[in-house]
């Protein structure tokens, strides 16, 4: 990501698309298994295959299919997918100051395409200090590859739904959380960011019984919360190493 | 149910909030202290989604935090990994290998 040498338009769109590879892995099964459920939930192949395409937000796919099966009215399960999306506009909030000078004929496909995958590798490339004019290449290339990944994805799990059951059964939902993992690790680089992220996950399990993934909403508010609050009350300049951090969990 | 409206209707209201705040905060001037918040935003979310995957049982929603629990085991290993290494594909890896061994010895221990 960082090189020496001058940021490119096509530089920056590989490196995006090389960042977001890990995060490509973790999401195949997860795009296999929405594909397998779509289909055994009573939607229609192409339904399945059409939501990937249109609507591209993992976690609500899911729950979309799953109260499809559950005979959920329409309207319920489009609200319930505006709850659960909801998150994208905290993202949406934190990119907005790097992508405002981009005309509407990048933001359009950008906003279109933000996961959290692709978020949270391109949120990390903007924090960087070089002043490269091109990194919404990098989120170009990032999205795209988590998008074309998707669709590959649903549709060969369209054709598994028919052929393998009870794709669950082999854990491969673990995947995107061990890939969150990984991710987190790699994030947490100062005291205020690992107590935002403990006091974020420790709400989360607190607030699991709110409908929605509303839990998950109110919890990251209050991580942040935690954070600033830590950030304001510890010097600045502490910047802790991976080991002095991992020291702070049993306070 | 129609598909296509249900589909249209989802596509919408995903839509709106990922594009529009980007677009409608890009053009206000926003404050060092939001923007200093916000940076916050990805480990949080991403905390927000861990835990509770971890630590509570995917059937009843309780908590779980015996050997019993292979998410839990897994998810431990997986996060020593990706501290020491800070490799991701590493840590996705092992996790998922190590998941799978953890299921195997506890369908051999309880026979």
């Known amino acids: ?251 | 149910m129609n598909e296509f409206v249900l589909i249209a209707g989802m596509m919408l209201v995903t839509f709106i909030p990922r594009y529009g705040v980007m677009a409608l905060l890009g053009r206000i001037e926003m404050p060092g202290r939001v923007f200093r918040a916000l940076r916050f935003v990805p480990p949080v979310v991403l905390s927000a989604i861990i835990l509770p995957a971890v630590l509570l049982n995917s059937e009843d929603g309780r908590l779980d935090l015996t050997l019993r629990n292979s998410f839990l085991i897994a998810g431990i290993i997986a996060g020593l990994v990706a501290w020491r290494s800070k490799n991701l594909l590493l840590t996705i890896v092992v996790g998922m290998a190590a998941l799978w061994v953890w299921r195997w010895l506890l369908m051999s221990a309880g026979g």
């Open chain 1, 1 to 251: 990501m960082t090189s020496s040498t001058v940021p490119t338009r096509r530089g920056e769109f590989w490196a995006g698309f090389r960042a977001t590879l890990p995060l490509v892995v973790g999401a195949i099964p997860f795009g296999i298994i929405f594909g397998a459920l779509g289909v055994t939930s009573g939607l229609s192949p192409m339904a399945t295959v059409g939501m990937s395409l249109f609507v591209f937000a993992g976690s609500a796919q899911f729950i979309a299919a799953g109260l499809v099966a559950g005979q959920v009215g329409m309207s319920i399960i489009i609200f319930t997918t505006f709850i659960v999306n909801l998150r994208h506009a905290l993202y949406s909030a934190t990119l907005a100051p790097y992508v405002r000078n981009l005309p509407q004929k990048w933001l359009l496909p950008l906003g279109f395409w933000l996961t959290d995958e692709s978020f949270v590798v391109v949120v990390t490339r903007y924090t960087q200090p070089d002043d490269s004019p091109y990194k919404h290449w990098y989120y170009l290339g990032s999205a795209v590859f988590m998008y074309t990944n998707w669709q590959l994805c649903t549709l060969l799990g369209v054709v598994a739904g028919q052929t393998i059951p009870d794709l669950r059964n082999w854990g491969l939902d673990f995947a995107l959380i061990v890939t969150f993992i990984g991710m987190l690790i790699t994030l947490i680089t100062s005291r205020p960011l690992l107590i935002s992220a403990v006091a974020a996950g420790l709400s989360a399990v607190l607030l699991n019984g709110l409908e929605n993934k509303l839990g998950l909403v109110v919890a990251a508010l209050l991580g942040v919360a935690a954070g600033v609050m830590a950030e304001s009350v510890m010097p600045p300049e502490v910047k802790a190493t991976p080991e002095t951090a991992g020291g702070v969990r049993h306070e």
